[in-house]
C-alpha cells in the first residue's frame, strides 16, 4: 500500500530531513512512526500525502509514485488518503457538520447521501449530538475527533495522522486510538506519528523508529 | 458525481456570500453600476441623437439651377425627369422671376437688385430626395450634374457632414470611456476576489488537503466574479432608464417650446441583454485573472 525505496528528502540550504528511507506499509496494517520532534515523522507523513515530493528515491503510495505523480493526479490520491492534523486544521467558519461535509462536497456527493455519511460519521467519533456546534466551542480532544470524522467521512484507504494525540491527557488519548483501532478492524492502513511510549503500550502494533531522518532499526 | 447539482449548490454559495455582507455588496454594485451606466448613458445619449439626425435629414434640400436660356418647355421636361426619378420625393420649381422677388425681398439688397438690366438668376428646382443618408444625397447630386442643360447641382449637406463629425467624435469619446471603464470593472473584481482569497486562506488549503480539484477550488470565487458583474450590469441599466425617464420628463417641457417630439429613447431589450453580458464577462475576467494569479500561493505546508 505505503512503499519507500531509498527516499531521500533534502530542504533547500542542505537541511537533510529524510534519509535512505526503506519499508513497506501492507494493506490493512496499522503502524506507528515514532521519534522526537524534528526526527522526520511529518516530512514522511507529507510524502505520502504528496504534500512534498522526495529528492531522490521512489514513494509508491496505492502504486502511484509521489516523485513524479502529475499536480492533476493529487486531488484524486488524495481523496483516497485521510489526513488527521495535529493542528486539526478546522474552519471555524462553519459548523461541526459543515465541517465534516467538506470533503464530500468536493466528491460531488448528492446532498442527502453525503448528509447520512456525516451524521455516520459523527455517530462513530461520538459527535452527533454536537452537530451544530462551531469547532471553536468544542474541546481539544473533541476538535481532534471531529478531524477524524472529516478525515473518514469519504471511507478512504488510508489514515494518515501525526501526533493526533499530541496534546490530549490519557483518557482522550486512547478514547482516540480505541476510534483508530475499530477502523483498523475494518481494513484501512493506517500511518500514526506519536511520541507517546504509553500509547505505543496500551495499543501494540508495529513501530517505525526515526533519528534524525534515519529509521532505526 | 452531478456537476449540475454542483453549480446550483456553487450558485446558491454565492449568493448567500453577497447577502452576508449585504452593505459591501451594495457598494461594490453600486460602483459597478455607475461605471458602466456612463459609457452606456453617452452609448443611448448619441443614439437619441442620431435618430434625430436621420428625422432632420429626410428635408435636405439639393438645389438644381438650369442653364440660362433654356427653353420652358426644355425645363418641364426636366421636372418631369426629376419627379419621375426613383430617388426624388418631389420637387419645388423656382422661376427666375420669383426667385429675383425672393432677393428682393429677403436679403435687403433690393437697391442692388433694382439696379440690375436684367435678371441674372436662372430657373431652378428645389428637389427633395427620399433618402437621409449623405452618400445617397451626393451620389443623386453627381448623377442631376451629368444632365442636360443643368448649369449646377447644390447639395447643402455640410451640416450633415458636421453632424456625422460630431457623432464619430462622440462615439469614440464613448468608446474610450467604455475601455476605461471596463479596465476598472475588471480591476473591482479582481481586488474582491484578492480578498476573498485571503480570508479564505485556510479553507482553500484546507480543501486541497484532502483532495479538491483547482477546478473545485475556483468555481465559487469566478462565480462571485460573474454573478457581481451581471448585477452590477443590472443597476447599470437600471441607473440609466432611472435617469432617462427624469430626463425625459423633463425634456418634454423645453421640447414642447421647439414644436419637437425628441426624447431620449432608452436602452433596447437587446442593448440591455449584451450590457447584461458584457458585464457578466468582465466581471468573471476579473475573477478568473485574480484567481490564477493568487490561488497558487497556497499550497498547503
Request: net charge positive; glycine share 8%; hydrophobic share 45%.
Given at each position: 500500500?505505503i512503499?519507500f525505496?531509498?527516499?531521500?528528502?533534502?530542504?533547500?540550504?542542505?537541511?537533510?530531513?529524510?534519509?535512505?528511507?526503506?519499508?513497506?506499509?501492507?494493506?490493512?496494517?496499522?503502524?506507528?512512526?515514532?521519534?522526537?520532534?524534528?526526527?522526520?515523522?511529518?516530512?514522511?507523513?507529507?510524502?505520502?500525502?504528496?504534500?512534498?515530493?522526495?529528492?531522490?528515491g521512489?514513494?509508491?503510495?496505492?502504486?502511484?509514485?509521489?516523485?513524479?505523480?502529475?499536480?492533476?493526479?493529487?486531488?484524486?490520491?488524495?481523496?483516497?488518503?485521510?489526513?488527521?492534523f495535529?493542528?486539526?486544521?478546522?474552519?471555524?467558519?462553519?459548523?461541526?457538520f459543515?465541517?465534516?461535509m467538506?470533503?464530500?462536497?468536493?466528491?460531488?456527493?448528492?446532498?442527502?447521501?453525503?448528509?447520512?455519511?456525516?451524521?455516520a460519521?459523527?455517530?462513530?467519533?461520538?459527535?452527533?449530538?454536537?452537530?451544530?456546534?462551531?469547532?471553536?466551542?468544542?474541546?481539544?480532544?473533541?476538535?481532534q475527533?471531529?478531524?477524524?470524522?472529516r478525515?473518514?467521512?469519504?471511507?478512504?484507504?488510508?489514515?494518515?495522522?501525526?501526533?493526533?494525540?499530541?496534546?490530549?491527557?490519557?483518557?482522550?488519548?486512547s478514547?482516540?486510538?480505541?476510534?483508530?483501532?475499530?477502523?483498523?478492524?475494518?481494513?484501512?492502513?493506517?500511518?500514526?506519528?506519536t511520541?507517546?511510549?504509553?500509547?505505543?503500550?496500551?495499543?501494540p502494533?508495529?513501530?517505525?523508529?526515526?533519528?534524525?531522518?534515519?529509521?532505526?532499526? | 458525481?452531478?456537476?449540475?447539482?454542483?453549480?446550483?449548490?456553487?450558485?446558491?454559495f454565492?449568493?448567500q456570500?453577497?447577502?452576508?455582507?449585504?452593505?459591501?455588496?451594495?457598494?461594490?454594485?453600486?460602483?459597478?453600476?455607475?461605471?458602466?451606466?456612463?459609457?452606456?448613458?453617452?452609448?443611448v445619449?448619441?443614439?437619441?441623437?442620431?435618430?434625430?439626425?436621420?428625422?432632420?435629414?429626410?428635408?435636405?434640400?439639393?438645389?438644381?439651377f438650369?442653364?440660362?436660356?433654356?427653353?420652358?418647355?426644355?425645363?418641364?421636361r426636366?421636372?418631369?425627369?426629376?419627379?419621375?426619378?426613383?430617388?426624388?420625393?418631389?420637387?419645388?420649381?423656382?422661376?427666375?422671376?420669383?426667385?429675383?422677388?425672393?432677393?428682393?425681398?429677403?436679403?435687403?439688397?433690393a437697391?442692388?437688385?433694382?439696379?440690375?438690366?436684367?435678371?441674372?438668376?436662372?430657373?431652378?428646382?428645389?428637389?427633395?430626395?427620399?433618402g437621409?443618408?449623405?452618400?445617397?444625397?451626393?451620389?443623386?447630386?453627381?448623377?442631376?450634374?451629368?444632365?442636360?442643360?443643368?448649369?449646377?447641382?447644390?447639395?447643402?449637406?455640410?451640416?450633415?457632414?458636421?453632424?456625422?463629425?460630431?457623432?464619430?467624435?462622440?462615439?469614440?469619446?464613448?468608446l474610450?470611456?467604455?475601455?476605461?471603464?471596463?479596465?476598472?470593472?475588471?480591476?473591482?473584481t479582481?481586488?474582491?476576489?484578492?480578498l476573498?482569497?485571503?480570508?479564505?486562506r485556510?479553507?482553500?488549503?484546507?480543501?486541497?488537503?484532502?483532495?479538491?480539484?483547482?477546478?473545485?477550488?475556483?468555481?465559487p470565487?469566478?462565480?462571485?466574479?460573474?454573478?457581481q458583474g451581471?448585477?452590477?450590469?443590472?443597476?447599470?441599466?437600471l441607473?440609466?432608464?432611472g435617469?432617462?425617464?427624469?430626463?425625459n420628463?423633463?425634456?418634454?417641457?423645453?421640447?414642447?417650446?421647439?414644436?419637437?417630439?425628441?426624447?431620449?429613447?432608452?436602452?433596447?431589450?437587446g442593448?440591455?441583454?449584451?450590457?447584461?453580458?458584457?458585464?457578466?464577462?468582465?466581471?468573471?475576467?476579473?475573477?478568473?485573472?485574480?484567481?490564477?494569479?493568487?490561488?497558487?500561493?497556497?499550497?498547503?505546508?
Amino acid at each position: 500500500m505505503i512503499k519507500f525505496n531509498q527516499v531521500y528528502k533534502r530542504y533547500p540550504g542542505g537541511h537533510e530531513a529524510l534519509r535512505n528511507l526503506n519499508f513497506d506499509i501492507a494493506e490493512g496494517e496499522m503502524v506507528y512512526l515514532t521519534g522526537h520532534s524534528g526526527a522526520g515523522k511529518s516530512t514522511l507523513l507529507k510524502l505520502v500525502a504528496a504534500i512534498e515530493r522526495p529528492s531522490s528515491g521512489g514513494v509508491l503510495v496505492r502504486g502511484q509514485n509521489i516523485r513524479s505523480i502529475k499536480p492533476a493526479a493529487i486531488p484524486a490520491l488524495r481523496r483516497n488518503i485521510g489526513l488527521i492534523f495535529q493542528d486539526h486544521k478546522l474552519l471555524f467558519d462553519r459548523n461541526a457538520f459543515d465541517n465534516v461535509m467538506l470533503p464530500l462536497q468536493i466528491c460531488g456527493f448528492d446532498h442527502r447521501e453525503a448528509a447520512k455519511r456525516v451524521r455516520a460519521a459523527l455517530d462513530k467519533v461520538g459527535l452527533l449530538d454536537r452537530e451544530k456546534a462551531n469547532p471553536i466551542a468544542l474541546s481539544g480532544g473533541e476538535q481532534q475527533r471531529l478531524c477524524i470524522a472529516r478525515a473518514i467521512v469519504n471511507r478512504p484507504t488510508i489514515l494518515l495522522a501525526d501526533e493526533p494525540t499530541g496534546n490530549l491527557d490519557t483518557e482522550y488519548s486512547s478514547e482516540i486510538m480505541n476510534i483508530f483501532k475499530s477502523f483498523h478492524q475494518v481494513g484501512v492502513t493506517l500511518l500514526i506519528s506519536t511520541h507517546d511510549e504509553s500509547i505505543l503500550r496500551q495499543f501494540p502494533a508495529r513501530a517505525l523508529h526515526l533519528k534524525k531522518g534515519e529509521l532505526q532499526p | 458525481m452531478n456537476l449540475l447539482i454542483e453549480h446550483l449548490r456553487v450558485l446558491r454559495f454565492t449568493l448567500q456570500r453577497l447577502l452576508l455582507t449585504p452593505n459591501a455588496s451594495l457598494l461594490n454594485l453600486t460602483i459597478i453600476g455607475i461605471a458602466l451606466s456612463l459609457p452606456v448613458g453617452g452609448y443611448v445619449l448619441l443614439e437619441s441623437v442620431q435618430n434625430l439626425g436621420s428625422q432632420i435629414a429626410v428635408t435636405p434640400q439639393i438645389s438644381v439651377f438650369i442653364t440660362a436660356g433654356t427653353s420652358s418647355s426644355e425645363t418641364e421636361r426636366i421636372g418631369d425627369k426629376l419627379r419621375q426619378h426613383a430617388g426624388i420625393k418631389r420637387i419645388e420649381f423656382v422661376s427666375r422671376e420669383v426667385a429675383l422677388k425672393k432677393l428682393q425681398q429677403s436679403t435687403g439688397l433690393a437697391d442692388v437688385v433694382d439696379g440690375l438690366s436684367q435678371n441674372p438668376l436662372p430657373d431652378a428646382f428645389v428637389v427633395y430626395p427620399k433618402g437621409g443618408d449623405v452618400a445617397a444625397l451626393e451620389s443623386l447630386r453627381d448623377e442631376l450634374k451629368t444632365w442636360q442643360r443643368i448649369a449646377h447641382v447644390q447639395l447643402d449637406s455640410a451640416w450633415v457632414h458636421k453632424l456625422e463629425a460630431l457623432l464619430d467624435f462622440g462615439r469614440l469619446a464613448v468608446l474610450i470611456l467604455a475601455a476605461l471603464l471596463s479596465f476598472a470593472l475588471v480591476a473591482i473584481t479582481f481586488n474582491t476576489i484578492r480578498l476573498q482569497i485571503l480570508t479564505r486562506r485556510e479553507e482553500i488549503e484546507v480543501a486541497k488537503l484532502i483532495g479538491a480539484t483547482d477546478a473545485f477550488i475556483r468555481r465559487p470565487f469566478l462565480y462571485f466574479g460573474l454573478t457581481q458583474g451581471l448585477l452590477g450590469g443590472a443597476a447599470a441599466w437600471l441607473l440609466i432608464s432611472g435617469s432617462l425617464l427624469l430626463l425625459n420628463r423633463n425634456l418634454s417641457v423645453l421640447t414642447l417650446l421647439y414644436a419637437s417630439d425628441f426624447r431620449l429613447q432608452g436602452l433596447s431589450t437587446g442593448d440591455g441583454l449584451a450590457l447584461l453580458g458584457f458585464s457578466a464577462y468582465l466581471g468573471w475576467l476579473g475573477a478568473w485573472f485574480s484567481v490564477s494569479q493568487h490561488l497558487w500561493q497556497i499550497e498547503p505546508r
